[in-house]
Antibody, heavy 113, light 111 residues
């Protein structure tokens, strides 16, 4: 079964750093792009960016370029989304997806002082 | 404001046919495939339609997608109460908005 399993919920303070993960299983991890999608509370889906696990080539949405970093460790079939300095406005559910199907279960990130 | 435009809400009664529209431009829907996702409250989105009109295995044939020019539509026939969910369209975008963009989502209510 193809699966993406994301890391657990996080509660952070503004200014802190964070890395969340997305582990793929049941398929050839390097054969499909991994995308990250943000969903703020009560809002719609926003595409953040994607990475090609075979060569780590990344493409970001202009809205997120410079604010987050997407990376991958293909040796453990895991993709990452990281922030160097969180803001309260980063509070949201974050999903990873394998070229649109399937999606991970989501990681809730709460940033509050 | 989303790059792709969807109506915020739609509704129908059981058994009816409902369509949800998705409007874009030449840089996205006009030149790329359209995808549709279904999302129930508190759960991750699920792929419903890919490449304009293809259904992944397991998706009932009551769901169908179409595209014409810079617009696309999702049709749900034989509406059921369990179809009540949020629906999002998406497409790759060749402009600076991209490379992938979503619609704002449509909340479908089954009356």
């Amino acid at each position: 079964e193809v699966q993406l399993v994301q890391s657990g919920a996080e509660v952070k303070k503004p200014g802190e750093s964070l890395r969340i993960s997305c582990k793929g299983s049941g398929y050839s991890f390097t054969s499909y792009w991994i995308s990250w999608v943000r969903q703020m509370p009560g809002k719609g889906l926003e595409w953040m960016g994607r990475i090609d696990p075979s060569d780590s080539y990344t493409k970001y949405s202009p809205s997120f370029q410079g604010h987050v970093t997407i990376s991958v460790d293909k040796s453990i079939s895991t993709a990452y989304l990281q922030w160097s300095s969180l803001k309260a406005s980063d509070t949201a559910m974050y999903y990873c997806a394998r070229s649109g199907d399937p999606w991970g279960q989501g990681t809730l990130v709460t940033v509050s002082s | 404001q989303s790059v792709l435009t969807q109506p915020p809400s739609a509704s129908g009664t059981p058994g009816q046919r409902v369509t949800i529209s998705c409007s874009g431009s030449s840089s996205n829907i006009g030149s790329n495939y359209v995808y549709w996702y279904q999302q129930f409250p508190g759960t991750a989105p699920k792929l419903l339609i890919y490449r304009n009109n293809q259904r992944p295995s397991g998706v009932p044939d009551r769901f169908s997608g179409s595209k014409s020019g810079t617009s696309a539509s999702l049709a749900i026939s034989g509406l059921r109460s369990e179809d009540e969910a949020d629906y999002y369209c998406a497409a790759w975008d060749d402009s600076l908005s991209g490379p992938e963009v979503f619609g704002g989502g449509t909340k479908l209510t089954v009356l």
